[in-house]
């Protein structure tokens, strides 16, 4: 299936019924009076999170989409029926905002999560509302009145705890497969990532945490070089930041350094809140170098990176549980912060 993680669509509520006017023609009842019914209200328009599905392809082809019209009022004071309500199935993790203004509207994280977005309109009246001692025989009913109609943009975030950042080839993929039951696609040219792959993480029985796995970045990405910044969205809910190094490229032209302080200023260009969050460095394929710890003290003097730092191998392994079992304890005591933070507040 394609991914898809954005869509502009067009929603239309139904309208409501219109009322009518009608007079009661039975036997021994020359003089019924008016019985004319209200129109039903029209559908409303909803959207609800579904942990089933992890794409917007269903709203990149099919852009247009209406709720069910009320039916209008009948005879014998008849009321016509509501107009079905449409139901929109969205991913966990979709935002969803006025096309135009760029307001939110609604943000779906939690599976079951429902927001109305368009309401149907009201049913028109029917002439029995306008009956009165001096109107015994009232023509007049309304309109039903129209729905309400928008044009919404649709914005993916994929829900992780962690999220990988690097350079095409900085073994992302390798890592989501070595520590999780994630299968990317991994192959020895740039951009094998052509979109988010996520990873859970089992540390121990009842404790694991979810990682996403993004297209690497390169320099010059804010003005739509590789592929851009357009997957970097997916990283805003995360906890955690781990930036991927090779720090053993086949290119001996290739400063590692170099690249590394270019993901950290496409980071920073795209997103500051973004750039602020808490981050790790982490240097993969050391089991292409002689003296690990010689080439690694190098690098972090070069760099001037005083947070944490790990070293390791995602394809042997080598490093890879010590920095799950980290991870896990960072992530459970930033959610023990929060939650107290709730409480005091």
Not at 53 to 73: M, W
Request: glycine content about 12%.
């Amino acid at each position: 299936m394609k991914f898809i993680d954005e869509a502009t669509i067009k929603i239309y509520a139904g309208d409501g019924g219109n009322g009518v006017a009608t007079f009661r023609r039975e036997k021994y009842e020359p003089m019924g009076g008016p019985s004319g019914g209200d129109g039903g209200r029209g559908g409303s328009v909803f959207f609800e999170a579904d942990q089933n599905l992890n794409t917007l392809v269903d709203y990149r082809y099919t852009r247009t989409l209406k709720a069910q019209r009320g039916e209008n009022g009948r005879s014998a004071e008849c009321y016509g029926a509501k107009g079905d309500d449409l139901i929109l199935k969205v991913p966990v993790g979709t935002v969803i905002s006025d096309k135009a203004t760029g307001e939110s509207y609604a943000d779906l994280s939690q599976h079951g999560d429902r927001a109305l977005l368009a309401k149907g309109g009201k049913g028109g009246l029917g002439n029995i509302h306008f009956k009165s001692s001096i109107n015994r025989a009232p023509r007049q009913c309304t309109k039903g009145e129209p729905g309400e109609e928008f044009e919404l943009y649709l914005e993916l975030k994929v829900l992780a705890d962690v999220g990988l950042l690097g350079m095409p080839n900085a073994g992302k993929s390798t890592f989501i497969r070595s520590v999780s039951a994630a299968k990317p696609k991994v192959a020895d040219y740039p951009f094998t990532t052509l979109h988010p792959n996520l990873g859970v993480v089992r540390v121990g029985e009842n404790q694991s945490f979810v990682i996403a796995d993004i297209p690497g970045l390169i320099e010059g990405a804010s003005e739509g070089a590789g592929l851009g910044h357009q997957f970097l969205r997916h990283l805003a809910r995360t906890t955690l930041l781990l930036h991927l190094v090779d720090i053993a490229p086949f290119d001996p032209a290739i400063n590692p350094v170099d690249e590394a302080r270019a993901i950290v200023n496409e980071l920073k260009k795209y997103d500051e809140l973004l750039y602020q969050k808490p981050r790790w460095l982490i240097l993969n394929k050391i089991d292409m170098l002689e003296d690990v710890a010689e080439k690694v003290k190098t690098f972090i003097k070069s760099f001037g990176w005083t947070g944490p730092v790990y070293s390791i191998s995602a394809i042997k392994g080598v490093g890879c549980k010590e920095l799950t079992y980290d991870i896990m304890t960072f992530i459970e005591k930033n959610k023990k912060n929060q939650n107290e933070i709730v409480i005091n507040e």
